[in-house]
């Protein structure tokens, strides 16, 4: 029994030593600890914009594509293909775009953060950084976060226009059943600005979690190449179910009690 | 801390087993000593019949570090069991020791990166594990280390690896810095190599890029772990004499931590014997090489017959 027990105690201790590292990372940033590394910060962003916008810009573009055709052939199913425009509104903006992010996120970045610390770890630049008077929290975690906080939101709002984009062109363009004009009409009485501000806030937390867990995973990676191996793996594991579960809990909190579906009147 | 005072006995730190066994050692010939027949030393005895603790006067320096009966263990395993060891200031000191001794779990003691559980950590006088973040911060200004594998930032080239501690911690403007960090990189012998990024330089020439970086902030203290591992007979000859001669140049506490003989006889003023986390000897060079300890003569000499065993 008790050593059935064993591996939630570990999960557990996992998550309280992440939302302890998470804290830890936050308070870097809110005292204002980071701002003596902003160049290390704003070359974060641009390692960020430059390095994984296109990779997950590409996949809400295909996400987007898939809605707009699931739309498109699901309503004309149901005799209504002018209506493709309810799908795709809410299948971009709620969910899939949303989970895309999660997930490109994820992988890209996530994994990135704990391979790049971790072998850093491993190499002993940690400490050097740490004997030359360096927080290595400050100058290696908290620049991360920062510059993530600063960039992801702009970036998954990009994400939302060009999944949007490949709606339009699946639904008007390739399947063809719906003019432009009464696919938009549909398209945005299905959704409003609160809509687009819950979804950033899905997408905005995923990203923080991800790097939250992908920072902890490399910065606490030992046992050389195979333990940093073994972190990634773990990073994506963990991230892939909070992307879900984060998507879960956002969807019930935002468009649980009122999904704000102009149907009937 | 001045000679005589650290020839001080510690002995008020030792629990009372420990303190009688290690006066016992120091006034008795150790048990399962020499015997005829070669290998016929009885090992398991007493581990540490042979560490007499006994710290031979320097040539009149402070020390820079000091270590009063630290322990520290990682799990079930004690690493270091009751460390005295005083490093002297303006020397070449030499931590010497078998693998696995709790050599380079000094250095991170030294620096603050681990704390001891029991014991102190004094550095000019300050004890490391307690002081604030802050001050640690500010105390490992004094340090430059250069690690086993140089460390240096994979996401660098080779000068902004060396620009990195001025660029972080100095007003000095890009000129300055260049003049300084060429002048360093010249001295390690890597002038040209500036522009390379670490993934392109041999493993002697990451140590001496290590060393370059180690050096730019002018540490007072310069921790060396195992600059010999990984390279070959000449090129480590060549870094001791590198390491020499920029000791020569710049002074303070060099402390380097080896388990090479040959470096020891090359560049160390001062030798520090570690085994099973205590000091077996410690003291100048040559009276050191000239030890009537067993262990401390087999070790120096590097050889098969005596109290060390593959253990």
């Not at chain 1, 980071?34 to 704003?42: A, I, N, Q, R, S």
């Not at chain 2, 581990?47 to 799990?75: C, L, P, S």
């Amino acid at each position: 029994m008790n050593r059935a027990l064993e591996v939630p105690k570990q999960w557990m201790s996992v998550v309280g030593e992440m939302a302890k590292f998470g804290g830890r990372d936050f308070g870097e940033i809110f005292s204002g600890k980071v701002f003596k590394y902003t160049g290390e910060m704003l070359r974060q962003c641009g390692v960020l914009i430059l390095g994984s916008a296109i990779t997950i810009w590409t996949l809400m573009f295909i996400l987007g594509l898939t809605c707009g055709i699931e739309g498109a052939y699901f309503n004309r199913s149901t005799g209504a293909p002018a209506y493709a425009g309810v799908f795709a509104a809410w299948c971009d903006l709620r969910e899939v775009m949303p989970y895309g992010f999660g997930y490109m996120m994820s992988a890209k970045v996530g994994t990135g953060l704990v391979a790049e610390i971790g072998a850093m770890q491993i190499a002993d630049e940690v400490d050097a950084l740490e004997v030359m008077g360096i927080s290595s929290m400050t100058f290696l975690v908290a620049t991360r976060l920062l510059a993530a906080m600063l960039t992801l939101p702009f970036m998954y709002l990009a994400g939302i226009g060009v999944g949007f984009f490949a709606s339009y062109i699946a639904v008007v363009h390739q399947i063809a059943e719906v003019s432009s004009g009464t696919y938009f009409m549909i398209f945005w009485i299905f959704q409003n600005p609160p809509d687009v501000l819950f979804s950033v806030i899905k997408a905005f937390v995923m990203g923080i979690v991800i790097v939250i867990v992908g920072t902890y995973y490399g910065y606490t990676a030992g046992g050389g190449p195979v333990g940093v191996g073994t972190a990634t793996a773990k990073s994506m594991v963990v991230n892939l179910v909070m992307v879900h579960l984060i998507g879960m809990l956002g969807t019930q909190l935002f468009w649980g009690a009122n999904p704000r579906a102009p149907i009937g009147g | 801390m001045a000679d005589e005072d650290r020839n001080r006995d510690h002995s008020e730190y030792f629990s009372e087993d420990e303190t009688h066994e290690t006066q016992a050692a120091v006034q008795d010939e150790p048990e399962g000593e020499e015997r005829e027949g070669g290998d016929s030393f009885n090992r398991e005895e007493d581990a540490y019949q042979w560490h007499t603790g006994e710290k031979r006067e320097a040539a009149g320096q402070e020390d820079a570090v000091e270590f009063i009966n630290t322990v520290k263990a990682f799990g079930a395993n004690t690493v270091l069991n009751g460390l005295d060891l005083g490093l002297p200031d303006n020397q070449i000191s030499m931590i010497l020791g078998p693998s696995g001794t709790g050599k380079s779990v000094c250095i991170k003691h030294m620096v603050g990166l681990l704390y001891p559980d029991e014991g102190d950590v004094l550095v000019h006088g300050e004890s490391v594990p307690n002081m604030p973040d802050q001050d640690l911060f500010e105390m490992r200004k004094k340090f430059g280390v250069l690690f086993q594998d140089g460390a240096l930032f994979g996401s660098m080239n080779l000068y902004d690896n060396t620009a990195f501690p001025l660029r972080q911690h100095t007003d000095k403007g890009e000129d300055e810095i260049q003049e300084v960090v060429m002048r360093r990189l010249k001295e390690v012998g890597l002038g040209d190599a500036g522009d390379k990024m670490p993934n392109e330089l041999s493993g002697g020439m990451r140590k001496r890029a290590g060393f370059a970086r180690a050096l730019v902030l002018e540490p007072s203290i310069v921790l060396f772990d195992e600059p010999d591992s990984g390279l070959d007979p000449v090129r480590t000859a060549l870094l001791c004499e590198l390491i020499k001669e920029i000791h020569e140049d710049n002074g303070g506490a060099f402390v380097v931590i080896t388990h090479d003989i040959m470096s020891a006889r090359r560049v160390a003023e001062y030798i520090a014997i570690l085994w099973k986390g205590r000091i077996v000897e410690s003291g100048p060079a040559d009276e050191l090489f000239n030890s009537n300890n067993q262990f401390v003569r087999q070790f120096l000499a590097g050889e098969a017959q005596g109290p060390l065993g593959m253990e």
